[in-house]
């Protein structure tokens, strides 16, 4: 099985108008791909994870941004938890994004998620993001009316304004030394009802269980809709989508650990070295030991 190649294809091509129905398949995994198999694959992802992590952390010259958007029951929580399970925690972070509260409604829709943004030489995952901006926001009129928002030209579009502050926004954090990398947790509407159900049935789960997703569901064209739009508007050469199909959730957890791992590879990150002097001074403390 050629793994690489297998990512690849869930790359939201920049430029190019993509539908989900069309193009991304929700249940799809490799033919060969069993639990057991995905398991070692994702141990070894975990492996290099922490390797290019710890490198991240002392060459302090990157952050890695990881936004991940999904509808309801599509496992973001379970994905995050087993894709960065070797990450030391002094170099990584999670961030979930609830409904705004009263002081981030005063502020633009940028700011809570800029003030939780890695800082240098650290992993940053959003739990959602900025961009139910373009989704929520959109499917429900009522969340924008909140905003407090001036008065705007209505043969404008909000959208299009937000798109293109989006791409720029994410433009100046990937020219400031912060890799972005966005995914889409692409769960079909038949595997949403099964852990749905899940969650009322299994006792075990019901803490889980929110009437609320059960009411979203109802949006579901809607969503669709917003969020293709989102792809095919804020999917770029230096912030492309990743739409991971996430039926079975052992190859949606694989997938995004692979595509982690290659884009950490590809920083080159490397220990820092030390001058002449600083390892001269390095001999004189071990002579002093």
């Given at each position: 099985?050629?793994?690489?190649?297998?990512?690849?294809?869930?790359?939201?091509?920049?430029?190019?108008?993509?539908?989900?129905?069309?193009?991304?398949?929700?249940?799809?995994?490799?033919?060969?791909?069993?639990?057991?198999?995905?398991?070692?694959?994702?141990?070894?992802?975990?492996?290099?994870?922490?390797?290019?992590?710890?490198?991240?952390?002392?060459?302090?010259?990157?952050?890695?941004?990881?936004?991940?958007?999904?509808?309801?029951?599509?496992?973001?929580?379970?994905?995050?938890?087993?894709?960065?399970?070797?990450?030391?925690?002094?170099?990584?972070?999670?961030?979930?994004?609830?409904?705004?509260?009263?002081?981030?409604?005063?502020?633009?829709?940028?700011?809570?998620?800029?003030?939780?943004?890695?800082?240098?030489?650290?992993?940053?995952?959003?739990?959602?993001?900025?961009?139910?901006?373009?989704?929520?926001?959109?499917?429900?009129?009522?969340?924008?009316a909140k905003?407090?928002?001036?008065?705007?030209?209505?043969?404008?579009?909000?959208?299009?304004?937000?798109?293109?502050?989006?791409?720029?926004?994410?433009?100046?954090?990937?020219?400031?030394?912060?890799?972005?990398?966005?995914?889409?947790?692409?769960?079909?509407?038949?595997?949403?009802?099964?852990?749905?159900?899940?969650?009322?049935?299994?006792?075990?789960?019901?803490?889980?269980?929110?009437?609320?997703?059960?009411?979203?569901?109802?949006?579901?064209?809607?969503?669709?809709?917003?969020?293709?739009?989102?792809?095919?508007?804020?999917?770029?050469?230096?912030?492309?989508?990743?739409v991971i199909?996430?039926?079975?959730?052992?190859?949606?957890?694989?997938?995004?650990?692979?595509?982690?791992?290659?884009?950490?590879?590809?920083l080159k990150?490397?220990?820092?070295?030390?001058?002449?002097?600083?390892?001269?001074?390095?001999?004189?403390?071990?002579?002093?030991?």
């Amino acid at each position: 099985m050629n793994f690489k190649d297998s990512t690849e294809k869930f790359i939201v091509t920049p430029g190019k108008k993509v539908s989900l129905k069309r193009d991304f398949d929700p249940s799809f995994k490799p033919a060969d791909l069993d639990k057991e198999t995905a398991k070692q694959l994702l141990d070894e992802n975990l492996a290099k994870l922490t390797e290019y992590q710890a490198k991240l952390y002392a060459q302090n010259k990157y952050a890695v941004l990881v936004i991940i958007q999904a509808l309801d029951a599509a496992g973001k929580d379970g994905t995050i938890k087993h894709v960065m399970s070797g990450v030391n925690p002094q170099g990584c972070h999670v961030r979930s994004f609830k409904p705004p509260s009263h002081e981030e409604l005063d502020h633009d829709y940028l700011w809570r998620c800029v003030k939780a943004l890695p800082e240098r030489g650290q992993i940053g995952l959003f739990n959602r993001s900025y961009y139910e901006e373009v989704l929520v926001a959109r499917v429900h009129p009522e969340v924008l009316a909140k905003q407090q928002l001036p008065p705007r030209d209505k043969s404008s579009s909000i959208w299009k304004e937000r798109f293109e502050e989006i791409n720029n926004f994410e433009k100046y954090l990937v020219n400031n030394g912060t890799l972005v990398l966005k995914f889409f947790l692409y769960v079909s509407k038949d595997e949403q009802k099964k852990r749905l159900l899940e969650r009322i049935e299994m006792p075990e789960k019901n803490w889980k269980f929110s009437l609320q997703d059960i009411e979203e569901r109802q949006f579901w064209n809607d969503y669709m809709e917003a969020y293709e739009d989102c792809f095919n508007q804020t999917s770029t050469n230096w912030a492309p989508w990743y739409v991971i199909p996430a039926d079975y959730k052992p190859f949606t957890r694989l997938a995004v650990g692979t595509i982690i791992c290659q884009a950490l590879k590809s920083l080159k990150l490397s220990y820092p070295t030390l001058s002449k002097d600083q390892q001269a001074i390095l001999l004189k403390a071990k002579d002093r030991l």
